[in-house]
Each structure stands twice: as C-alpha cells, then as structure tokens.
C-alpha cells in the first residue's frame, strides 16, 4: 500500500508588519498611480486593508484589490495554511485556507516563511526538516517508509508560478552543504518508489 495522507502546510513568521507597500516588487503595485502610490509607499502591509477601506477599495486596481483581500482572509496571526491532498504520492489538490480547522488532514508541516521561500526556489524538503527548519506532526512510522512524499510537497510548491512580497534571507554554507547532500538521494528514492508503485499496480488483480 501507498502513502495515502493530506497535508496541512503551517507557513508561519509572515512579515506584515515589517513591509510596506514600498518594499512590494514593482509590477504589484504597477497599476496604482503613482501620486497615490508615493502616498501610501510606508503603510505596511499589516494596516493597508484597514487604510483601505471598502469606500476606496472598488477604485482601485484589481490585483491591489486582490493582495489586501488575500490578507485578510487567507492570513491568521501571521501565518498562512494551506492543504495539500496527497494519494499514492500523487498530489490530488491544493487550497490555501480561508479556515485552518476546515480540514482534516494527517500531517502538519510547520516552518516560517523564510524556509518556505527557500523551498518554493527549490531546497529539498528533507533538508529543511534535518536542519529543524520544519517541524512535522503525523505518524513518523509512515513517513519514514514514504519519506519521498516530502519531495512532493516541496514540488508541488516550487511548480507554483511565485513573485516574491517579501525579501528572501541567504541561506548558511552549512544549509547548502545539506541541500545538495541531500538532493541526489531523494531524486532516485523518488523514482524507486514510481517504479515499485508501478509494479505493484500491473501485478494486482485488484
């Protein structure tokens, strides 16, 4: 039997409070014109729905509208959920939660956002989770028999088209050391367990 679990992934240590709308790359606030944009440049992303409210907000642009919606709804505390639904190693869906508790799943990664960036621009996964980046609740049994479906998650994350709101922090000798240690190891693991679920498949008469 495959690894058969959803995944609940805790993107913790959002930087509201710490950028402003200034610090946004350019082609976020592209649209805004640029006397507004020069006013509002130090409101940080924290207080922008507030300062936003919903008289001005329909004015202005669609993709503004959208990023002070995306706060509001989708960050809790400072932190974002997201689910991912996992099958035979096989991601079946994603959603980023409006709710944490409107899902059941079976594992719980938890990191702070600089982990998850790093992720998203493809570190593996594991090595996050060995160097303590990402703490992991769940079976452990299981997860160590299907450890490759950490890879997974850290796939489904980096094929998501990504800009970047928040500045990125340079990773350690020591990280990088560990990422590429790690990197070769997971690729043929990863395809050992394709070739042994294909196997399986094609011998079952079920």
């Not at 710490?18 to 592209?30: I, N, Q």
């Not at 997860?143 to 970047?164: K, M, N, P, Y």
Request: charged share 25%; proline share 7%; glycine share 10%.
């Amino acid at each position: 039997m495959g690894f058969n679990g959803d995944v609940m992934l805790v993107i913790d240590d959002i930087p509201l409070a710490e950028t402003t709308l200034g610090d946004l790359p350019d082609p976020v606030l592209a649209d805004l014109p640029e006397n507004i944009r020069a006013g509002v440049s130090d409101v940080s992303l924290e207080e922008a729905p507030e300062r936003f409210g919903e008289t001005l907000r329909p004015s202005l642009p669609a993709n503004v509208q959208d990023l002070l919606y995306q706060i509001e709804t989708k960050v809790h505390d400072g932190t974002i959920y997201a689910y991912v639904g996992l099958e035979e190693g096989q991601c079946t869906g994603t959603e980023v939660l409006d709710d944490p508790t409107e899902k059941d799943v079976g594992y719980v990664v938890k990191g702070p956002y600089q982990t998850w960036r790093r992720i998203v621009d493809g570190r593996p996964v594991t090595s996050a989770w060995l160097n303590g980046d990402l703490v992991i609740e769940g079976n452990k049994v299981r997860l160590l028999r299907h450890g490759s479906v950490l890879q997974v998650v850290g796939d489904v994350a980096a094929d998501v088209e990504t800009t970047h709101l928040f500045p990125g922090e340079a990773a350690t000798p020591g990280e990088l050391v560990l990422d590429e240690a790690v990197r070769q190891p997971i690729a043929v693991g990863l395809l050992a367990e394709q070739q042994a679920s294909l196997v399986t498949n094609t011998l079952s008469p079920f």
